[in-house]
């Protein structure tokens, strides 16, 4: 089945440090990836969507600054948190649909924790 | 636009009883509509999709849902609760086809809890 792998699946950083999150299709490919974070015990929100080979669409109010998002190729994404703050402490989710089934597969998260 | 309510932050069953998990949706188009089940600290799971076939649609885990468009609802059934169920469960609601570049909208969850 289609597998979406993230990694790591935890990070401690000091503030002010950069953090960057894989986001891979181990049996696909993925014109489209999503990533999103989630806050304790709340839902999922999504912060961006990810292009291969153009820029990423940002949601409102998501500092394009501060997540940096690369599609550089067709079964990779990454997000880069930029001078890390204890605020940006939360659970990181990519995703990615398969193009021969319906529906979505998600990484296992990131859980990222900033000191 | 597309919307999705789920009527229950919180429900509590003893293990061995039925499981029913609300969920009601809207839309402004045929959508496409999931259930993905979460355990702490770990990603998603696919439960069960709609995608315009049968209404009844059956999951992994003995989980069902039926889509109801008279109801705009799509509750999530389990006949028979087991402890290892419990867990974050999501209804997703996406545009016409289920998956591509198309966006995701979350309900805010419901947390099942088992009892013994």
């Known amino acids: 089945g289609a597998v979406v792998s993230q990694h790591p699946s935890w990070v401690i950083c000091k503030s002010g440090t950069s953090v960057k999150i894989e986001c891979r299709s181990l049996?696909?490919?993925?014109?489209?990836m999503f990533w999103y974070r989630q806050f304790p015990k709340q839902s999922l929100m999504l912060m961006a969507t990810s292009n291969e080979g153009s820029k990423a669409t940002y949601e409102q109010g998501v500092e394009k600054d501060k997540f940096l998002i690369n599609h550089a190729s067709l079964t990779l994404s990454t997000l880069t948190v930029t001078s890390a703050h204890p605020e940006d402490s939360s659970f990181y989710i990519c995703?990615?649909?398969?193009?021969?089934?319906?529906?979505?597969?998600f990484g296992s998260g990131t859980r990222l924790t900033v000191v | 636009a597309q919307s999705v309510t789920q009527l229950d932050s919180h429900v509590s069953v003893s293990e061995g009883t039925p499981v029913l998990l609300r969920c009601n949706y809207s839309?402004?188009?045929?959508?496409?509509l999931f259930w993905y089940v979460q355990h702490p600290n770990k990603g998603l799971q696919l439960l069960l999709k709609y995608t315009s076939a049968a209404t009844l649609v059956k999951g992994i885990n003995g989980f069902e849902a039926e889509f109801k468009k008279s109801e705009t609802s799509f509750h999530l059934t389990k006949p028979s609760a087991h402890m290892s169920d419990a867990a974050e469960y999501f209804c997703v609601v996406s545009p016409p086809g289920g998956g591509g570049g198309n966006k995701l909208t979350f309900g805010t969850g419901t947390q099942l809890k088992v009892e013994l």
């Open positions: 049996d696909f490919q993925a014109t489209t």
């Open positions: 995703s990615a649909s398969p193009p021969t089934n319906y529906g979505y597969t």
């Open positions: 839309s402004s188009y045929s959508p496409s």
